[in-house]
């Protein structure tokens, strides 16, 4: 998960998280792929930078390096 913190002005203790999706990609070192669907859930696991950061009730926005999917 691509993740560049961004500040939000009066956003109290919530942080904003840019993440990425492929529907390529695939887990270093694995052969699965990660669940992601843009319509409802996105995935990540222990290897990913920030994984203990991201909270209940932070912003991600979902980009999928051609442009913003929400």
Request: no cysteine; aromatic share 8%.
């Amino acid at each position: 998960m691509a993740q560049s913190k961004l500040s939000l002005p009066d956003s109290g203790d919530r942080q904003a998280w840019l993440v990425m999706t492929k529907s390529a990609y695939r887990r270093l070192g694995g052969g699965s792929k990660y669940d992601d669907n843009p319509a409802s859930h996105y995935s990540w696991d222990s290897t990913v930078p920030n994984h203990l950061n991201v909270r209940a009730g932070d912003i991600i926005l979902l980009w999928n390096e051609r442009e913003s999917l929400g």
